[in-house]
């Protein structure tokens, strides 16, 4: 069982709509989450990172922590066609980073 | 400019040979990592370092071995490279609380090994 878990998807949403990434982790030691989008082909960019259980918000993106139920969430409000991409969710514990394998989103106008 | 780079961008070699895979920083980081990406099994860590001075192995560091020839430059070599470390090959640089260790990556290398 891999560390962090995350549905490969293909998720699809219509423009427009809210998308839901989900993230579960295994290591309670984990200490702080990050969301990294990925477009094909290219390197991963950091999107949002958590560290506190409830909810950070940056613009169109709200990530969402549960340590009790260590699991870990980003949502995409108003979805872009340009939103699509691969998203990593990465757990750290003293400093070794560990991520899942992606969740692949597509976006449809 | 590219803040952090990575040589070659694609390189195909056969079995055996030895490789080296480079990657270089301006960002002034002490913090370098490498990892390679799979498919479905997205990023996993081969190697990182905090300093010139420090290595340490990450989560699948056989077969690879590292050289941190200063703060800007770090190098991962394959002795003898096997075709299962085909793979898309990151590099990337952090310093530390900014924020939690966020990590920045080069382009990749993508390695084929015939």
């Known amino acids: 069982q891999k560390e962090v878990e995350q549905n490969s998807g293909p998720l699809s949403v219509p423009e427009g709509a809210i998308a839901s990434l989900n993230c579960t982790y295994s290591?309670?030691?984990?200490?702080?989450f990050f969301w990294y989008r990925q477009y094909s082909g290219k390197s991963p960019e950091l999107i949002m990172f958590i560290y506190s259980n409830g909810d950070k918000e940056d613009g169109r993106f709200t990530a969402q922590l549960n340590k009790a139920s260590q699991y870990v969430s980003l949502l995409i409000r108003d979805s872009q066609p340009s939103d699509s991409a691969t998203y990593l969710c990465a757990g750290v514990r003293n400093n070794d980073m560990r991520f899942g394998a992606g969740t692949r989103l597509t976006v449809k106008p | 400019d590219a803040d952090v780079t990575q040589t070659p961008r694609n390189r195909i070699t056969k079995t055996g040979k030895r490789i080296m895979l480079e990657c270089s920083q301006t960002k002034g980081h002490d913090r370098m990592y490498w990892y390679r990406q799979d498919p479905g099994l997205g990023l996993r860590l081969i190697y990182y370092s905090f300093d010139v001075k420090d290595i340490n192995k990450g989560e699948i560091s056989d077969g690879y071995s590292v050289s941190r020839q200063a703060q800007a430059k770090f190098s991962l070599s394959l002795e003898s490279a096997i075709p299962n470390q085909t793979a898309l090959y990151f590099c990337a640089t952090s310093v530390p609380g900014r924020p939690r260790d966020e990590q920045f990556f080069g382009p990749g290398t993508r390695l084929t090994v015939l």
């Open positions: 290591d309670r030691g984990s200490q702080s």
